[in-house]
């Protein structure tokens, strides 16, 4: 590779948004779900790393650009909610209830996982963020004592898990109302979840919104709660 465009400072942002619109392509082509922009924007990433021998330094100094984007991004979520404000008042027990048994179902099954195969407090502590976004879950990771690597390894990997099965789980339990979908999707799948809401509709990417901000101030919360569980 060219010593000069791998020194660049933007070489690792536009592979990463080189790699992202090639999986909005294969996405829109095959129209499968198990072919998820974000898993196959990270699958190539990967191969072209390895394949040019690139040390991930290099690919890192310009990725971390689109880090950046991440807070306004998550920001601009509530332009659909603040649309669908009515329908949030109208059902305001029902979305509190649901955001809140789906933290303590996360919660509560990392708990029995960690129990059941024997985990560390290190790694217990590092997943009980799984189901929040990236920017709120490092932090909770970090002041429990969480390996953050491995913390936004899993919370990646959740969202996409959530993005990829979560119609099928829908059609499968016979799941039709918008805002139990949205409120589904945005408590476990965070902002990769939100993705496929709003794939789904307005009233689904709304309540996904609200469901990431107020998932992960209760996760907040509840983790120094929990974390010395194990």
């Not at 899993?154 to 059609?171: D, H, M, P, Q």
């Not at 307005?202 to 996760?219: N, P, Q």
């Amino acid at each position: 590779m060219n010593e000069l465009l791998l020194n660049s400072g933007y070489f690792g942002f536009v592979i990463t948004l080189g790699a992202y619109l090639l999986g909005l392509q294969v996405k829109r082509k095959t129209k499968l779900a198990i072919m998820n922009p974000l898993l196959v924007a990270v699958t190539l990433i990967i191969l072209f790393l390895v394949v040019f021998r690139i040390d991930y330094e290099v690919y890192q100094k310009g990725s971390q650009y689109v880090s950046y984007l991440l807070t306004p991004a998550t920001v601009c979520l509530a332009i659909p909610l603040y649309r669908q404000m009515r329908l949030l008042k109208d059902h305001l027990g029902a979305v509190a209830g649901g955001i809140a048994s789906g933290v303590l179902a996360s919660i509560l099954s990392i708990y029995a996982m960690s129990r059941l195969f024997g985990l560390s407090h290190e790694y217990y502590v590092t997943l009980l963020p799984k189901s929040i976004t990236t920017a709120i879950g490092m932090g909770v990771s970090q002041e429990a004592g969480g390996i953050v690597v491995l913390t936004v390894v899993s919370i990646i990997l959740t969202g996409i898990l959530g993005n990829v099965i979560g119609e099928a789980v829908f059609r499968l339990f016979s799941i039709s109302d918008p805002i139990a979908k949205g409120l589904a999707l945005g408590t476990s799948a965070h902002a990769i979840g939100t993705a496929k809401a709003l794939e789904l509709g307005e009233i689904e990417g709304a309540m996904s919104s609200l469901a990431i901000a107020v998932s992960g101030l209760l996760t907040v919360a509840a983790v120094p709660l929990v974390s010395g569980w194990i």
